[in-house]
């Protein structure tokens, strides 16, 4: 293979046998309730938010089936760990349903079909790949990346400088012909060519730190020259792509950045990529648009990973993120949840990385 040529991904089941089930371990129990009390608006004497949170019930309706690691309670985890902390103030962002026509800037005619078709017909998981799927799985998968245009709206009108969608199913392993990984829709991905077509920017830069790499967004952008991704992954690992030589083709030729690491990797490696390799990408591509794929799988105690990146590291890596928005993008970040199966690391994690959006 070329370096110029589309790298080539693996169903998640086939890796895990490849793997020797090195993946199939038991999940975290289920994460201790708090009771959510989530204001939306911040607390009372408090000043404006500066950061939205995009969330909806419907999420949950997303059924993957018993012992499945991508499971309703991940959003429960989160929400009420973010509410549970009285110390945040949020700005709260309602989701809509993406358009096809919106879907379809990221997504083929023939994928957007197959989805529709396998979905109404009962079928537990979509036909292109290893993503379980139920009766409303179309309708949370319209609204999760309806919800990261509702975040993009609200950074670019002023309403609040960054935000964070806590949104399912996720979405960087989907192609643009292929749902995969956990995922139906690209998030990321349908967010980035919004933001482009009616905010008329010409430059967005996505940033993965996932432990898995993000196949899908790689695949939509590689010969792309106006949409700049960065991942730091574990490698060898589900799905298989990734490498250092792959760094875009034509038009996209070194605007594909990805830093692979081995099992064991946490801080020195994934934060320093961001300090040394980031951040000079960033100050010569100068995006007006940052986006976060922000998976949690990279947390120390992830099921479905081998990195040692504790909470602080996310708060660390969001502040690297929000420096690089304000040196180009006016401050416009939209963090969007991908992967994160242990619950309570899922939970702190994220409280952890909205903290540091919210300037804490």
Not at 76 to 88: E, N, V
Not at 214 to 223: E, L, S, V
Not at 224 to 247: I, K, L, N
Not at 344 to 357: D, E, F, I, N
Request: glycine share 10%.
């Amino acid at each position: 293979m070329t370096n110029d040529a589309k790298p080539r991904s693996v169903r998640r089941r086939d890796f895990l046998k490849l793997m020797g089930g090195a993946c199939m371990i038991s999940f975290a129990p289920s994460f201790l309730r708090l009771p959510l009390a989530f204001a939306g608006e911040g607390a009372p004497g408090k000043g404006p938010a500066r950061t939205g949170l995009v969330y909806s019930p419907v999420y949950k309706k997303h059924l993957t089936g018993a012992g499945h690691p991508e499971r309703p309670e991940r959003c429960d985890a989160i929400m009420d760990a973010l509410a549970a902390d009285k110390q945040l103030t949020f700005k709260s962002i309602e989701p809509r349903a993406a358009t096809d026509a919106e879907i379809l800037a990221c997504h083929t005619e023939v994928y957007l079909a197959a989805v529709k078709r396998d979905i109404t017909s009962g079928a537990a998981s979509l036909s292109t790949g290893d993503t379980a799927v139920c009766k409303d799985s179309l309708a949370a998968a319209l609204l999760a990346a309806g919800g990261t245009l509702s975040a993009v709206d609200a950074v670019f009108e002023s309403k609040v400088k960054n935000a964070f969608c806590v949104v399912r199913p996720p979405g960087h392993h989907a192609t643009s012909a292929k749902g995969m990984g956990f995922c139906v829709f690209n998030n990321a991905a349908v967010a980035a060519r919004y933001a482009q077509k009616k905010y008329k920017i010409g430059k967005v830069m996505i940033v993965d730190w996932d432990v898995h790499h993000g196949n899908g967004t790689q695949d939509i952008f590689y010969d792309d020259g106006s949409v700049f991704y960065f991942s730091t992954h574990q490698s060898p690992w589900y799905p298989g792509t990734g490498r250092a030589d792959e760094t875009g083709a034509g038009k996209g030729k070194g605007c594909t950045l990805n830093c692979p690491f081995p099992a064991g990797s946490g801080k020195k490696e994934i934060v320093g990529a961001f300090q040394d390799k980031l951040v000079p990408a960033a100050n010569k591509f100068k995006p007006e648009l940052v986006l976060i794929s922000a998976g949690f799988d990279s947390r120390i105690g992830d099921p479905l990973g081998m990195f040692t990146l504790t909470d602080e590291d996310f708060a660390e890596l969001t502040r690297i993120m929000m420096n690089i928005a304000r040196d180009h993008a006016e401050g416009r970040v939209v963090s969007v949840l991908e992967g994160g199966y242990a619950l309570r690391g899922l939970a702190s994690a994220s409280a952890a990385h909205v903290k540091a959006l919210c300037g804490q």
